[in-house]
């Protein structure tokens, strides 16, 4: 069947436009190119988000003037930092890492970009975590890039905590390129997870490297 994105028969995206488009609409300052090289220096997995794709994590949080956002996996802070350049004046980001080196590095990366007030960077399985943040609620958006397994628990979180109309955003939606593997059982938590995005938020799968779901909570 003819590729209704295409009207050539080539994909359009190249290393060459997609630097470009990074470099014109989503340019690192020093402080965002020293998160975004942080796992590459520190030997941690680079699996931070894309240029683009942080940048669009910016823009989402200045559309809905986002206050209280929330954060499931940090990584080295990159995302974060991306959530907090959206927000409205008075608002924070609570990010939620597992990993103890990590969530040092992420530290220092925030208190170099002047964010150490905007985001706190809490050491803590999620679902612990989350339940400790609850009474600073409702949230206006719920940011999930984690363990994959988890997806559905935390979606379930979400809905629970997200204010009407606030946002929640899951990375890597197409399971690394295994969402259809039918072995797999993460790969049917994925599958959970998009079935229950789809039921209980207005959703879509943002067709990003490895997918992203957007939905707006009712
Ligand atoms: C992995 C995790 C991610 O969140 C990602 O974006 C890419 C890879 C991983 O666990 O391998
Ligand atoms: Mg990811």
């Known amino acids: 069947m003819a590729d209704p994105n295409s009207r050539t028969g080539v994909k359009y995206?190249?290393?060459?436009?997609?630097?470009?488009?990074?470099?014109?609409?989503?340019?690192?300052?020093?402080?965002?190119e020293r998160a975004f090289r942080a796992p590459d220096q520190h030997g941690m997995p680079a699996i931070q988000l894309g240029v683009s794709e942080s940048r669009l994590l910016t823009l989402l949080m200045?559309?809905?003037?986002?206050?209280?956002v929330v954060e499931i996996g940090t990584l080295?802070?990159?995302?974060?930092?991306?959530l907090a350049r959206g927000l409205a004046p008075g608002g924070k980001v609570w990010t939620?890492?597992?990993?103890?080196?990590?969530a040092q590095i992420a530290r220092d990366n925030i208190a170099a970009a002047g964010l150490a007030d905007t985001i706190e960077?809490?050491?803590?399985p999620a679902l612990e975590g989350l339940s400790a943040i609850e009474p600073e609620g409702p949230f206006d958006a719920v940011f999930i890039d984690a363990d994959k397994a988890g997806y559905p628990?935390?979606?379930?979180w979400a809905k629970r905590h997200l204010r009407r109309g606030g946002?929640?955003?899951?990375?890597?939606?197409?399971?690394?390129?295994?969402?259809?593997d039918r072995q797999g059982a993460e790969a049917a938590r994925m599958r959970e997870f998009h079935a229950y995005m789809s039921e209980h938020f207005d959703s879509v799968c943002i067709p990003t490297p490895d997918g992203m779901v957007l939905a707006i909570a009712r």
């Open 13 to 32: 995206s190249t290393p060459e436009i997609q630097s470009f488009a990074d470099q014109t609409h989503a340019p690192h300052d020093a402080a965002l």
């Open 167 to 180: 946002l929640l955003i899951g990375d890597n939606s197409y399971y690394f390129g295994q969402l259809l």
């Open 153 to 156: 628990e935390y979606a379930r």
């Open 62 to 68: 200045q559309l809905i003037a986002a206050r209280k």
């Open 121 to 124: 960077v809490r050491l803590a």
């Open 76 to 82: 080295a802070g990159y995302s974060a930092q991306r």
């Open 96 to 102: 939620f890492e597992i990993e103890p080196s990590y």
